[in-house]
């Protein structure tokens, strides 16, 4: 019953069959999962950020319900050029009489994309580093922690601009280059979180009961760290949307595709600040403050909870 | 002893990871598509006996190892290659933009430092109050802004708008000022990419200033000095203040990085004609050359100020150098 396959059904009448161990150890994981969201309900920071970006990812799954993505093309637009805002066009249209509204609206699909998979990257990467590095010892964790201290003090602009410009502009490299320069952070964390875990009793039970390396990873070390990756994941969005905004704005980004970096880079060059086209410039702007102060609201709200060095305060 | 160990394993530390940097720009330079002689080849439309020379100068017909010694010791010694933008050698185009950068990146990090710390001492000190409270969100919304974008709102707002401040550049063509009126020109331009970028570092520098602050105020030290009858203003300024300082001093050695980030992308709003505006130039060509060499410029910068920060902190703070 230890390999966790589904008991057979128990006799009538006879005593109930104990639950596996991995039935014990989800129920007791959701159980967890619950009291988190409970204490995460009474955070105001915390859930305020959460409203926000539930806010901002329905926009995204549905921007095509919301704004005709015809709207995107320049051939197809209907407005004046550089239009205040009107009933029409509640945002202004921009210098090729394409709906601002449109762009945003379509933007928040690049820009949360690239934010969710640039941090899924860097927190694989980190992880699988982090956990190597503080399990392992010795060499591998001294070769490791040089490896992440040279990511960390290497300024991150010029190496993602370096790289960018090296790959050539798209939404893979923009994602892969976002990625692996966003992950000593969440190595270091890990490391640490591990190398506490890796010391607590029932770890070394179970590595006397004859548990092998990937064993103890997986079952013990993995379960506990894992609160901690989770809230440093809704920093690194909010760092990896920044990210994306800047390359894009560098002209880093996909030229084919819009987001909300490429509208104001488009919106720069084309000197909208000079023609005081505010319309044009505020709202992708405004998307990006919005969209990172409520990853970071979410992040902190998360670490208050989750991690145990901050709770006692 | 353990003072002398300490400065050795920093310095040692500091120059291992500029080896890194050198090991990654040679090996990002091989892995170029073409190799970097026919690309010079194609920016200059060389004629094929050229190009034979060309391979010669770089090495690229010897084994690797002898490459990377040959790349070691041009780069050690400033030759960093022809930019393909400006066809000049690498160097000599960085070196006529350093200035203004240091400039424009000494002026925002002072500016923003000194303003940081005040805000983080009073929102430390006055807890909770509506100053605080306040500063503490302005803080998080200046963290969450692009520093170009807040760059491109100032620019629509007071310079083309009111027409307070030029919009660009770091002199007015054409004037030809001397001596005060030239200073004050170049301060006229500096004045917006300045402020943008102290904004966007405030925020960091008062959120590391309030908490290291609260951190010490918990300490028994101060509850004695303030038990010995010193006035409340003493006792922050004399015990809490100085010892707070310690994380924060480190901290804008540390982010020397991100301000360079920074400086890239609002140089480039305001055409301000620094290394920020010369890295934002070069990507767009791409200037492979140029790019690396500022690569490699910035990088080493850093790890010199971590360096510097990690010798001022066990400096500071003698229980750093004994462990």
């Known amino acids: 019953m230890s390999d966790g396959t589904i008991a057979p059904p128990a006799e009538p009448g006879a005593p109930p069959a104990p639950p596996s161990p991995r039935a014990i150890a989800w129920s007791r994981r959701r159980r967890s999962a619950a009291r988190v969201w409970r204490t995460f309900r009474k955070n105001r920071m915390g859930m305020t950020g959460l409203v926000i970006l539930v806010f901002f990812v329905l926009v995204a799954l549905f921007a095509p319900l919301l704004a005709d993505p015809a709207g995107l093309r320049a051939t197809e637009a209907t407005g004046g050029v550089l239009e205040g805002p009107s009933l029409e066009y509640p945002l202004g249209t921009d210098i090729l009489g394409r709906s601002v509204l449109t762009l945003t609206i379509h933007g928040s699909r690049i820009s949360l994309l690239v934010g969710f998979a640039a941090t899924l990257l860097s927190m694989l990467i980190g992880s699988v580093l982090g956990i190597a590095a503080g399990f392992y010892g010795r060499w591998r964790d001294a070769v490791l922690m040089r490896l992440t201290d040279w990511f960390l003090v290497i300024p991150f602009l010029p190496l993602a601009i370096v790289l960018a410009s090296l790959i050539g502009p798209s939404l893979p490299t923009i994602i892969f280059v976002i990625g692996v320069t966003s992950w000593p952070g969440t190595a270091r964390l890990v490391r640490a979180q591990t190398l506490s875990v890796k010391e607590r009793p029932y770890v070394e039970r179970a590595r006397a009961l004859g548990a092998g390396g990937w064993h103890l990873v997986t079952r013990h070390i993995l379960p506990n760290v894992f609160p901690i990756i989770f809230a440093n994941t809704t920093l690194t969005v909010a760092i990896a949307i920044l990210s994306e905004t800047t390359l894009s704005f560098l002209g880093l980004g996909d030229p084919l595709r819009v987001s909300w970096g490429s509208i104001l880079e488009f919106a720069f060059s084309a000197g909208a600040s000079t023609a005081g086209a505010w319309w044009w410039l505020l709202p992708p702007g405004l998307a990006i403050v919005l969209v990172v102060l409520a990853f970071t609201m979410v992040g902190y709200a998360l670490d208050e909870i989750l991690n145990p060095r901050l709770r006692s305060r | ?323």
């Open chain 2, 1 to 323: 002893m353990g003072t002398r160990r300490y400065l050795l394993g920093k310095v040692a530390q500091a120059t291992l990871t500029v080896l890194f940097v050198l090991i990654f720009n040679f090996f990002l330079f091989r892995v170029i598509p073409g190799d970097p002689a026919q690309i010079l080849a194609r920016a200059k439309h060389l004629p094929k006996e050229a190009v034979v020379q060309l391979e010669r100068d770089f090495g690229l017909h010897e084994p690797i190892p002898k490459q990377f010694a040959l790349y070691v010791e041009d780069t050690v010694t400033g030759n960093l290659g022809i930019s393909y933008k400006f066809r000049r050698p690498v160097a000599g185009v960085i070196a006529e933009r350093i200035w203004p950068t240091v400039l424009l990146v000494g002026i925002s990090t002072l500016a923003a430092t000194a303003i940081g710390l005040l805000i983080g001492i009073y929102g430390a000190w006055r807890r909770g109050s509506k100053l605080d409270l306040g500063s503490l969100g302005t803080s998080l919304v200046f963290y969450a802004m692009p520093e170009f974008w807040l760059g491109i709102l100032l620019l629509m707002g007071f310079a083309a708008g009111l027409g307070w401040f030029p919009t660009g550049g770091i002199v007015t063509p054409g004037a030809g000022y001397t001596g005060v009126a030239a200073a004050t020109d170049v301060l006229n331009h500096l004045f917006l990419p300045a402020v943008t970028l102290t904004l966007a570092l405030i925020g960091e520098y008062a959120l590391i200033m309030r908490s290291s602050l609260l951190d010490v105020m918990g300490e028994d030290y101060l509850v004695t000095a303030r038990a010995k009858g010193l006035r409340e203003a003493l006792v922050l300024r004399r015990h809490a203040v100085r010892n707070a300082l310690l994380p924060t001093v480190t901290l804008v050695a540390l982010n020397l990085g991100f301000v360079v980030s920074g400086a890239i992308t609002v140089e480039l709003v305001f055409s301000w004609p620094g290394l920020g505006l010369l890295t934002a130039e070069a990507a767009d060509v791409p200037d492979f050359p140029l790019l690396q060499g500022l690569f490699l410029l910035f990088s080493v910068t850093v790890i010199l100020a971590n360096l510097v920060a990690d010798l001022i902190y066990g400096y500071l703070d003698p229980r750093v150098r004994a462990a």
